[in-house]
Structure formats: C-alpha cells, structure tokens
C-alpha cells in the first residue's frame, strides 16, 4: 500500500530551523515528483516547493524563497523540507505529495498525499 508519512513538525521561535520529513513505503519516491504543501486555518491550500523525480528541477513559492530548501535521500526513501528563518506566517500543518508525472511543480496537482505535520511559529 503506498503511504507518505510527514514528521518534524513543532514549535518553533521566529528565525529558527527546521526539517520536515516525507518517507514513503509501498513504492520508490525516487521516481515521483514531490511537492511539500501547507495549509493554515482559514487559508487556502499553498504549494511551498517541489522536486521533480529522479531529482530533477525544484521550484519554491515566492513566500519561502532563499529560506526553504527540498531534497532527496534515495537511500532513505526520503525527501526534505529544510525550513530557516521560520516566520510567524509559516505556521500552517504541512503536508508532501507525490504524482509520476510533473504537474505537481506544474499545477500543484497530485494523486498521492499525507496526512501532514504541524508547524507553529510563535515566541
């Protein structure tokens, strides 16, 4: 059964760091693209960044850009949020998602997702 599993999630003070994980099972990540996605109470849902399969092309939301970094570890079946410089208008549950083709960097399209992890930034 193909499953995503988010963690790292918590709270954080405004300029701290940190990294959210996607492991998969049930299938290899390596050939999906992921896109890391979040959604606060009473927004909609935002594309913060994807990567394209095999790890291909990266494209981040103009609100993270130079602060959110997304990897692969092909070994791990996993792929990497790494958060700097949190803000208070980050918090959100966040969540990965993956689809075989692109159109998750595309369109923010997806076939597969997690439940998700929340992050709050706050002093």
């Known amino acids: 059964q193909l499953q995503l599993v988010e963690s790292g999630g918590g709270l954080v003070q405004p300029g701290g760091s940190l990294r959210l994980s996607c492991a998969a099972s049930g299938f290899d990540l390596d050939y999906y693209s992921i896109g890391w996605f979040r959604q606060a109470p009473g927004k909609e849902r935002e594309g913060v960044s994807c990567?394209?399969?095999?790890?291909?092309?990266?494209k981040y939301a103009d609100s993270v850009k130079g602060r959110f970094t997304i990897s692969r570890d092909v070994a791990k079946n996993t792929v990497y949020l790494q958060m700097n410089s949190l803000k208070p208008e980050d918090t959100a549950v966040y969540y990965c998602?993956?689809?075989?083709?692109?159109?998750?960097?595309?369109?923010?399209?997806?076939?597969?997702r997690g439940q998700g992890t929340q992050v709050t930034v706050s002093s």
């Open positions: 998602a993956a689809d075989l083709s692109f159109r998750i960097c595309v369109s923010w399209e997806y076939d597969y």
């Open positions: 990567i394209g399969s095999s790890g291909g092309s990266t």
